[in-house]
């Protein structure tokens, strides 16, 4: 009886140490998202040609002279004003 008592004990302890290493795993998990949307938030920024808008420099259109866009539409009405 008391050998089975401390196999519950035995496995209660391990899947508390496997617990403890998934709280830390999923925070530290977490922790490097947050910081990966705060680089996004200092991202910086372009001036759309059409509209004036900022948008991030990944969200930016370009056209074949490098200048930025805020959408594929406002790309095209640039081009149709310069024609
Ligand atoms: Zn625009």
């Known amino acids: 009886m008391i050998v089975r008592l401390l196999f519950f004990i035995l ?3 391990i899947v508390w140490v496997i617990y403890r290493q998934f709280a ?9 998202v947050k ?33 930025a866009f805020c959408s594929m539409e406002h790309k095209i ?3 149709d004003q310069q024609k």
């Open 11 to 13: 496995v209660f302890a």
């Open 24 to 32: 830390k795993a999923i925070v530290a998990k977490s922790k490097s």
């Open 35 to 67: 910081k990966a949307d705060k680089a996004n938030h200092e991202e910086s920024m372009v001036k759309c040609a059409t509209c004036g808008t900022f948008v991030p420099l990944s969200h930016a259109v370009y056209d074949h002279n490098q200048v």
């Open 77 to 79: 009405e640039h081009s």
